[in-house]
């Protein structure tokens, strides 16, 4: 009999779709080891309608973006319950002390993704793979001595594309092609900044590739900036790209925010200027630029062009740098969390 699961995830238009990816890549590696996907428990505004995430025969189910965290997570049991499903996989900011106490009393096993480090963990595993996730951080947290905690980038779930791709990835010493990429959802404008403050630029490079989300409320303001920069033809707008392994394969240096894509960035090898987009993402910007990974650029918030300019400056014109920045990020995310993430998962449920 397989062993079978239930993923509760978030989706926001403001964030971008990042936990649908991450829990597609792990719903495939379990399958493909030998799990099965029973139902899948959606929360967000309605209007989005993400494709199957991995057994179009899954049940699927929404949790309305405003029911309380307590409603959720019994919601959430009787799904357990109905699917007979052994393990729940919890990807989700939501979740407070209540919440996981109300699985604790129902007997639920799960798998909690973790981004803050703030509150008590009840979880049998929590996961947090940014680098600055260490067990000096977590140990504090855990309420249940018996979880097991899944840190740092070994475990980033990574979807197939980036699942090998740091073995090829190349080392970069030259700036030539730009990748910007601020995530999926709401930029608050940043992209358009960034965009201006670059096109001076613009005549020393091969190419610039913007990658956006169909939710980005500035999307069409963007495309006619591009449509106007002074070198005409290099700049690609790229919305909703399934490409993006692709595209970061060929850059030589990439702004980027602190979410998904920075872990994407590292197993592609690309030198990283990063932005952090929301509060989750510090632990990320901050590691990965203690780890020598990418240079951090701040908050969103406080982006200044004379930051942007001069963080551009200093990493172009050290060709040594850039190639210490990609050797970082592909020696941290090797592409395999997805799959020692699920063998975590199968192993405990088969011993």
Same mark, same amino acid.
Request: aromatic share 6%.
């Given at each position: ?10 989706? %926001? $238009? ?13 719903? #495939? =590696? ?34 309305? =973006?405003? $029911? ?9 049991? +009787?799904?357990?319950?109905? !699917? ?15 919440? =996981? ?20 963990? /009840?979880?049998? /595993? ?14 504090? @947290? ?25 073995? +090829? ?51 069409? #303001? ?6 106007? /920069?002074?070198?005409?033809?290099? !700049? =690609? @707008? ?11 394969? %060929? ?10 894509? +920075? ?33 951090? @650029? ?18 172009? +014109? ?5 190639? !210490?920045? %990609? ?11 997805? !799959?020692?993430?699920?063998?975590? @998962?199968?192993?405990? #449920? $088969?011993?």
């Amino acid at each position: 009999m397989k062993c079978s699961f239930v993923i509760r995830l978030d989706l %926001s $238009t403001a964030t971008g779709l990042g936990h649908y990816v991450r829990c597609r890549a792990l719903a #495939e =590696q379990l399958r493909a080891i030998g799990g099965q996907i029973s139902a899948v428990v959606y929360r967000g505004p309605v209007g989005i309608e993400p494709p199957p995430l991995i057994d179009p025969e899954a049940t699927v189910y929404w949790v309305d =973006q405003d $029911t309380t965290p307590e409603d959720d997570a019994r919601f959430v049991t +009787s799904i357990m319950n109905s !699917a007979n499903a052994q393990t729940l996989i919890l990807d989700s900011y939501v979740v407070d002390q209540e919440y =996981q106490l109300i699985l604790r009393e129902s007997d639920v096993e799960w798998m909690q993704f973790d981004s803050h480090a703030r509150q008590a963990l /009840w979880a049998d /595993w929590v996961l947090h793979a940014s680098p600055g996730a260490t067990p000096e951080v977590y140990e504090p @947290l855990r309420a249940n001595r018996a979880t097991r905690l899944l840190l740092g980038p070994r475990y980033a779930v990574l979807g197939k594309p980036f699942q090998s791709m740091s073995e +090829s990835a190349h080392a970069r010493d030259e700036v030539r092609r730009i990748l910007l990429c601020l995530g999926g959802g709401d930029d608050y404008g940043a992209t358009l900044r960034v965009l201006r403050w670059l096109s001076p630029l613009a005549a020393d490079w091969d190419a610039l590739d913007v990658i956006i989300g169909s939710a980005n409320p500035s999307r069409n #303001e963007i495309r006619n900036t591009l449509s106007q /920069w002074p070198s005409n033809g290099i !700049a =690609q @707008l790229h919305v909703d790209t399934d490409q993006v392994a692709r595209l970061m394969s %060929s850059a030589d240096l990439g702004i980027v925010s602190g979410g998904t894509v +920075s872990y994407e960035s590292c197993a592609a090898g690309l030198p990283m200027l990063l932005i952090r987009m929301a509060d989750n993402q510090t632990m990320n910007v901050e590691g990965w630029a203690r780890e020598g990974a990418g240079l951090s @650029l701040g908050d969103v918030r406080m982006l200044t062009e004379d930051r942007v300019l001069d963080a551009y400056r200093t990493v172009s +014109s050290q060709p040594q740098r850039l190639q !210490a920045m %990609s050797a970082a990020g592909r020696a941290l995310v090797d592409g395999c969390g997805a !799959a020692r993430v699920a063998r975590e @998962l199968l192993d405990k #449920e $088969t011993t």
